[in-house]
């Protein structure tokens, strides 16, 4: 058995006092700490956050331990038969995916801040909490008199908590399994709207898998004062990181809804239904895997579309969430350039952060749109008989419960079963490939009695000038550019700050004085790098960056509405 006991003396300094106690077999042992956590496919280097690392024998004597890289510790143990390890982490980030500890909580993603070593990964593990005595306890793990009990290191990993004095609880229960809701920080949750929207998407997802791979299953909701919208996945249970917390039960309501039905479905597809790559996960080094389009493509299409067939969303409100997953494939040049495939590989280089312009592309958006693709042309190829859903309940329980991940390969060979078709051109052409997606999402909606429409952008700089800006102070930065649009032949550049437009001040907003001065030359006044700039932008009669819209067809034939009926349903 491995234990563990957490200590949080002086939590406004945010550092979580650790010691870990490992039997010992041998004169050496190597000690690691993961460098990067499942549902977030980048190095996390989570050793950065360890002060003051030490190791002592089972008689006290201090031991000799020495880094072979950066989250690796070789420990010499000649004549001792256990060893305790003493370390601070630093807890200062709160996300759904860190470790955070403050006068108010303990939160713990023990993936971050828990040691293990390789040859004990499979033994128990426990977690003793010397925390106050009126805070509560939050999480999938069983607590017994504030001690967490693991059957290994991967359960405990996969397992996040809370401790607070301020948690609020409730519950739900659908076809025998029981939804614990836990919000930590300043909300008020509506609890009846609540548990009505969240046992109807429940339900509909399970009736699709006919089962839940778990007994029981907790929503960890971190509410925060400020802009906030993140979610990861667990087997039994999810953080989910939003506000501000005065909009969560009014405008970021629907983002509560998607982003709690995204990470439900996570529990078949990922943490159940898996890439041959990451079977099982290495916590040491990165898990290459090009399925991306599957891990996060389907479940974002999916987590969406449950709300709609559930009856949680109307069909306006989910081509709400739709248009906005075809508007950033069309805004993103990317999509020229790499394959959604190469892209899911390189997540580990840069998939987190915008990167160099029009590099890559978006595992969720581009995934989100061939999945849409792929199970309308299931329902076609089936007479509506099947959908892109039958395809994951044959992965979970041909692949997930006998143990075995998935390949590119797997996937491809259980469409082409389903569907009777070959789908070689598609995952040459779209998955591996570059080829344009608009022909393939058009034929989907029509199939289903929708198109899409599109319109020059709202933003004058965006649709006549070529640029989009993000406002700072009375200024503003150009956050892009579309490549042969005059902000691009007249020089500007990412980051330019603009002051001015003809010598008039742009308080913030470019389009009101480029709108004014839409038939004159205009000169763009900026700071680059410290420097002041001015540009003259050519003109030129066409739009650039398009608004995109997916709506009903106004006369939709007869097959279209059975189409649509059986994609909803």
């Known amino acids: 058995m491995v234990s563990y006991t957490f200590e949080i003396d002086n939590p406004q300094q945010q550092f979580l006092k650790i010691s870990a106690i490992f039997p010992v077999d041998q004169d050496c042992i190597t000690i690691k700490?993961?460098?990067?956590?499942?549902?977030?496919?980048?190095?996390?280097?989570?050793?950065?956050?360890?002060?003051?690392?030490k190791v002592f024998s089972d008689s006290g004597k201090r031991l000799s331990a020495l880094k072979s890289d950066s989250s690796t510790w070789i420990v010499d143990t000649p004549g001792t038969k256990s060893i305790r390890v003493e370390y601070s982490y630093y807890s200062a980030e709160l996300n759904a995916g860190s470790t955070f500890l403050s006068p108010e909580q303990l939160y713990v993603n023990p993936v971050n801040c828990c040691i293990y070593t390789d040859h004990l990964t499979g033994a128990e593990h426990k977690v003793s909490l010397m925390i106050p005595s009126d805070w509560k306890y939050a999480g999938a793990l069983s607590c017994v008199d504030n001690t967490i009990t693991a059957s290994s290191f991967d359960e405990?990993?996969?397992?996040?908590?809370?401790?607070?004095?301020?948690?609020?609880?409730?519950?739900?229960?659908?076809?025998?399994?029981?939804?614990?809701?836990?919000?930590?920080?300043?909300?008020?949750?509506d609890w009846d709207r609540l548990k009505k929207d969240f046992t109807l998407f429940s339900e509909k997802q399970i009736e699709k898998f006919t089962e839940f791979p778990e007994k029981e299953y907790h929503f960890l909701f971190q509410i925060l004062p400020v802009k906030a919208y993140h979610g990861v996945e667990h087997c039994r249970s999810t953080v989910i990181a939003l506000g501000p917390s005065f909009e969560v039960f009014q405008s970021l309501y629907k983002e509560l809804l998607g982003v709690s039905s995204h990470e439900l479905y996570h529990t078949w597809n990922v943490k159940n239904i898996r890439p041959?790559?990451?079977?099982?996960?290495?916590?040491?080094?990165?898990?290459?895997?090009?399925?991306?389009?599957?891990?996060?493509?389907?479940?974002?299409?999916?987590?969406?579309?449950?709300l709609l067939k559930s009856g949680v969303f109307n069909l306006k409100q989910y081509l709400v969430e739709f248009n906005a997953q075809l508007q950033k494939h069309f805004d993103n040049q990317g999509r020229f350039n790499l394959s959604v495939g190469d892209s899911s590989f390189d997540t580990w280089l840069d998939g987190y952060v915008s990167g160099a312009p029009g590099r890559k592309v978006s595992i969720y958006t581009e995934g989100c749109l061939l999945a849409f693709v792929t199970d309308v042309r299931i329902l076609n190829a089936t007479k509506n008989k099947y959908g892109l859903d039958e395809v994951m309940k044959r992965l979970y329980f041909d692949y997930a419960l006998k143990n075995k991940g998935v390949s590119e390969?797997?996937?491809k060979s259980e469409l082409e079963k389903i569907s009777g078709e070959s789908w070689d051109d598609f995952f040459k052409d779209h998955i591996n490939g570059t080829s344009p997606y608009e022909g393939i999402v058009s034929d989907a909606l029509e199939y289903l009695g929708l198109e899409i429409k599109h319109f020059p952008s709202k933003s004058y700089a965006a649709a006549r000038v070529g640029f989009k800006f993000i406002p700072s102070g009375t200024n503003a930065v150009v956050s892009a550019i579309y490549p042969g649009g005059p902000a691009d032949l007249g020089g500007l550049m990412l980051n330019d700050e603009i002051i001015a437009i003809n010598g008039y001040q742009v308080q913030a907003d470019p389009d009101k004085w480029l709108n004014y001065f839409d038939d004159d030359e205009k000169k763009i006044s900026l700071i680059r790098g410290g420097r002041l700039i001015d540009l003259v932008l050519p003109e030129v009669q066409r739009n650039f960056y398009m608004e995109y819209s997916v709506v009903p067809m106004e006369d939709p034939n007869g097959p279209q509405q059975k189409g649509l009926d059986a994609w909803m349903k």
């Open 156 to 189: 405990l990993a996969d397992s996040p908590f809370i401790c607070s004095a301020g948690l609020q609880h409730d519950s739900y229960a659908v076809g025998g399994v029981e939804f614990h809701l836990w919000f930590q920080g300043e909300c008020k949750p």
């Open 409 to 411: 390969s797997d996937y």
């Open 276 to 306: 041959i790559e990451m079977f099982p996960y290495d916590f040491s080094k990165q898990n290459y895997s090009r399925l991306g389009y599957i891990c996060e493509g389907i479940t974002t299409y999916m987590g969406d579309l449950f």
């Open 33 to 53: 700490i993961p460098t990067w956590r499942p549902g977030r496919y980048e190095i996390g280097n989570f050793a950065k956050n360890v002060k003051g690392f």
